[in-house]
């Protein structure tokens, strides 16, 4: 099988590909604002977890069970709605997620305890895991250019998590309800968009198995891009769950520090990422951006000012931004030739590890409330010795090479043609 991304693209869509050919822009264009709108979603919560504790009377740990039901029903969730996909067809499955999305966050906004907030939040994550186990899917199939497709989509997740804590704040300070509600709002409009410009894939495949799912983790590297993936995940969510309540800043401060992560998250990704890739591979791309995450991790616990924690948590985001704009293209090289599997196996892996984080942060925060970022550092350098163990494995399943396997002076002719064995 071809693993070289070049060499992957020019055999299935060809060479020198005019993005403005695109036959199916629009349709293109209306699944990346639905997943825009996701993301947001997810943001949202950010600014307003301190002020649903004290309305609500919860604990640090108990707030961040939002977040962790969120995660977890997701990461469950993915196989499920993978298999959905192949028997029912992607544009079902994927408008059914964005209206369970839409009614779990209005109902959310009339909740009165964290029990009925954390179910709903959880009936979320599973509307969230029916968008997000086809949408990349009904990208890619769409697509002429993959590439482009797949930054676009990195982009929009981006963005949405540089806009969605602005939103969260912005609403919060009338109510911690009031976000909430907004996004069900939104999603009710994407629903609209969904339904219009959405088009299912002409290239129908056979219903996915289970089986096929689990297989793919019998790939080397796309084991070792799981284990990487999975600790830098579970760092994600450490900053993106536990920072507001260690931050202690009010609603709009706190929604104006996570817009400039989430400004950083979507330079990281629409300006350096992918132009750092072409220069020395993504896989070392991938590398630089957990050395430089596990680095925050201890800036993050070692912070003496607030002022010093929101510089950090911008680097953090610029970091994440490096990392997302390249775990997704790996994984589709890395992973099964059918990208519905590849999708869902990642995914499972990407999420799952993620949703323990919140609420373990939580808990650890009743000890110290730097003991969180240490528990984050230690699991991210399981992750980096994994990564400089098996990255030249990763390197070679994708044409390239890493620095200490043999300088890839060129890193940008990966893109044109082949570099060392493929498998």
């Given at each position: 099988?071809?693993?070289?991304?070049?060499?992957?693209?020019?055999?299935?869509?060809?060479?020198?590909?005019?993005?403005?050919?695109?036959?199916?822009?629009s349709?293109i264009?209306?699944?990346?604002?639905?997943?825009?709108?996701?993301?947001?979603?997810?943001?949202?919560?950010?600014?307003?977890?301190p002020?649903?504790?004290?309305?609500?009377?919860?604990?640090?740990?108990?707030?961040?069970?939002?977040?962790?039901?969120?995660?977890?029903?997701?990461?469950?969730?993915?196989?499920?709605?993978?298999?959905?996909?192949?028997?029912?067809?992607?544009?079902?499955?994927?408008?059914?997620?964005v209206?369970?999305?839409?009614?779990?966050?209005?109902?959310?906004?009339?909740?009165?305890?964290?029990?009925?907030?954390?179910?709903?939040?959880?009936?979320?994550?599973?509307?969230?895991?029916?968008?997000?186990?086809?949408?990349?899917?009904v990208?890619?199939?769409?697509?002429?250019?993959r590439?482009?497709?797949?930054?676009?989509?990195?982009?929009?997740?981006?963005?949405?998590?540089?806009?969605?804590?602005?939103?969260?704040?912005?609403?919060?300070?009338?109510?911690?309800?009031?976000?909430?509600?907004?996004?069900?709002?939104f999603?009710?409009?994407?629903?609209?968009?969904?339904s219009?410009?959405?088009?299912?894939?002409t290239?129908?495949?056979?219903?996915?198995?289970?089986?096929?799912?689990?297989?793919?983790?019998?790939r080397?590297?796309?084991?070792?891009?799981?284990?990487?993936?999975?600790?830098?995940?579970f760092?994600?969510?450490?900053?993106?769950?536990?920072?507001?309540?260690?931050?202690g800043?009010?609603?709009?401060?706190?929604?104006?520090?996570?817009?400039?992560?989430?400004?950083?998250?979507?330079?990281?990704?629409?300006?350096?990422?992918?132009?750092?890739?072409?220069?020395i591979?993504?896989v070392?791309?991938?590398?630089?951006?957990?050395?430089?995450?596990?680095?925050?991790?201890?800036?993050?616990?070692?912070?003496?000012?607030?002022?010093e924690a929101?510089?950090?948590?911008?680097?953090a985001?610029?970091?994440?931004?490096?990392?997302?704009?390249?775990?997704?293209?790996?994984?589709?090289?890395?992973?099964?030739?059918?990208?519905?599997?590849?999708?869902?196996?990642?995914?499972?892996v990407?999420?799952?590890?993620?949703?323990?984080?919140?609420?373990?942060?939580?808990?650890?925060?009743?000890?110290?409330?730097?003991?969180?970022?240490?528990?984050?550092?230690?699991?991210?350098?399981?992750?980096?010795?994994?990564?400089l163990?098996f990255?030249?494995?990763?390197?070679?399943?994708?044409?390239?090479?890493?620095?200490?396997?043999?300088?890839?002076?060129?890193?940008?002719?990966?893109?044109?043609?082949?570099?060392?064995?493929?498998?």
């Amino acid at each position: 099988m071809i693993q070289n991304k070049y060499l992957y693209d020019t055999a299935i869509w060809g060479v020198g590909v005019d993005r403005r050919s695109e036959p199916n822009r629009s349709a293109i264009y209306a699944t990346t604002l639905v997943a825009f709108l996701a993301i947001a979603g997810i943001a949202v919560v950010d600014p307003i977890l301190p002020a649903i504790g004290e309305a609500i009377g919860v604990t640090a740990w108990q707030v961040e069970l939002l977040f962790t039901a969120y995660i977890a029903v997701m990461a469950l969730g993915m196989i499920p709605a993978t298999l959905a996909s192949g028997r029912f067809g992607f544009k079902p499955v994927l408008i059914t997620g964005v209206s369970v999305v839409g009614l779990a966050a209005i109902l959310a906004s009339f909740s009165d305890n964290i029990v009925q907030l954390s179910v709903l939040r959880g009936v979320w994550g599973l509307g969230n895991a029916m968008f997000f186990a086809t949408a990349m899917v009904v990208l890619v199939n769409l697509a002429v250019d993959r590439e482009w497709v797949v930054g676009l989509f990195e982009t929009a997740l981006g963005l949405g998590f540089a806009v969605g804590p602005l939103i969260g704040g912005l609403l919060g300070q009338v109510s911690w309800r009031l976000p909430f509600f907004v996004c069900g709002v939104f999603m009710v409009l994407a629903l609209g968009v969904a339904s219009r410009k959405l088009r299912e894939p002409t290239n129908r495949q056979a219903p996915v198995r289970v089986g096929q799912i689990f297989a793919t983790y019998r790939r080397p590297a796309f084991i070792a891009l799981c284990v990487v993936t999975a600790a830098y995940n579970f760092v994600f969510f450490v900053v993106l769950g536990y920072t507001p309540l260690f931050l202690g800043l009010d609603v709009i401060p706190l929604g104006l520090a996570f817009t400039g992560w989430g400004l950083g998250l979507a330079a990281g990704i629409m300006v350096i990422g992918h132009r750092l890739a072409h220069r020395i591979g993504a896989v070392q791309t991938v590398g630089v951006a957990i050395a430089g995450l596990l680095v925050c991790m201890v800036l993050f616990a070692t912070s003496t000012s607030t002022a010093e924690a929101l510089v950090v948590l911008v680097l953090a985001g610029l970091c994440m931004g490096l990392a997302n704009a390249n775990l997704t293209d790996l994984a589709l090289g890395l992973g099964s030739s059918d990208r519905r599997v590849a999708t869902g196996a990642f995914n499972l892996v990407r999420w799952g590890a993620a949703a323990p984080a919140p609420i373990i942060s939580g808990k650890l925060a009743e000890q110290s409330l730097s003991l969180p970022f240490w528990v984050g550092f230690g699991v991210l350098a399981v992750g980096v010795l994994v990564y400089l163990a098996f990255a030249h494995l990763m390197a070679a399943g994708y044409g390239e090479r890493v620095l200490w396997s043999r300088w890839n002076r060129a890193a940008a002719d990966t893109e044109h043609e082949p570099v060392g064995e493929t498998y």
